[in-house]
């Protein structure tokens, strides 16, 4: 038999939405519901195997080829760009890229060159260079919001989902930069090489519809 075709999925927020998927796709995730600290899990009744991983480590994985295929958010893929196929939107992981600051700030007035922190520092100079507008840009790995509550940046550019982090941080949304969902991602050889395959489950996720 051939090689299972590897798929990659994204750990975290999009991890039971995906799982729940490849179920409604008939696979057999018992390992992946149970597996424990273990990163490679086969699925029993397909020549499919699962590697969990950070989103930047999907698209890694995929380009470099060692998992033919990846579930991981277009957030990431903004972000990162690469030498990959986006085959499909997956319906799920609905949220936005945002740019919010403090509650009733306007963050667009003085003329000092303003600070933004993000995890996505290019989709955020993406954003303000299509404005004309010089903006200084720190990244930061996590819980973004901290950094304007901390005098660190006047504005964030990060994904907001229920908008219950922002909320309860005492900040808004200043304006809505791009609508994300996860998406299904294949390496461009894979592509070529497992073509039916992947036809074949593009064709079922199709069939059972997004969430
Ligand atoms: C994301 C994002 C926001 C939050 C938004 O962070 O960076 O902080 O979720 O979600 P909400 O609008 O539903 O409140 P994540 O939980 O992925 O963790 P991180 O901040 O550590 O990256």
Redesign the pocket.
């Known amino acids: 038999m051939e090689k299972p075709l590897r798929i990659a999925l994204t750990k ?2 999009l991890e039971k939405d995906t799982v729940e998927l490849l179920e409604r796709l008939g696979f057999d995730c018992t390992a992946v519901w149970e597996k424990g600290r273990r990163l490679i899990l086969p699925v029993s009744d397909a020549n499919l195997e699962v590697v969990l991983a950070k989103a930047n480590d999907v698209i890694t994985y995929v380009e470099h080829g060692v998992c033919d295929l990846g579930i991981v958010g277009k957030d990431t893929i903004i972000e990162m760009q690469g030498n990959f196929f986006e085959l499909c939107d997956l319906g799920f992981g609905k949220c936005q890229f945002a740019l919010a600051a403090k509650k009733g700030v306007d963050f667009y007035s003085g003329f000092g060159v303003k600070c933004i922190a993000t ?1 996505y520092p290019n989709v955020a100079r993406h954003f303000f260079a299509n404005k004309g507008m010089d903006v200084d840009i720190v990244k930061i790995e ?4 901290l950094a304007p509550l901390l005098g660190l940046a006047d504005g964030i550019v ?9 909320r309860e941080n005492g900040l808004e949304v200043v304006e809505y930069v791009t609508p994300i969902s996860a998406r299904l991602i294949a390496n461009t050889v894979s592509l070529k090489m497992r073509q039916t395959e992947i036809e074949t489950l593009i064709q079922k996720i199709e069939e059972v519809g997004s969430k």
């Open positions: 975290g927020r995890k996590g819980s973004v919001e990060d994904i907001v989902e229920t908008g219950v982090t922002l």
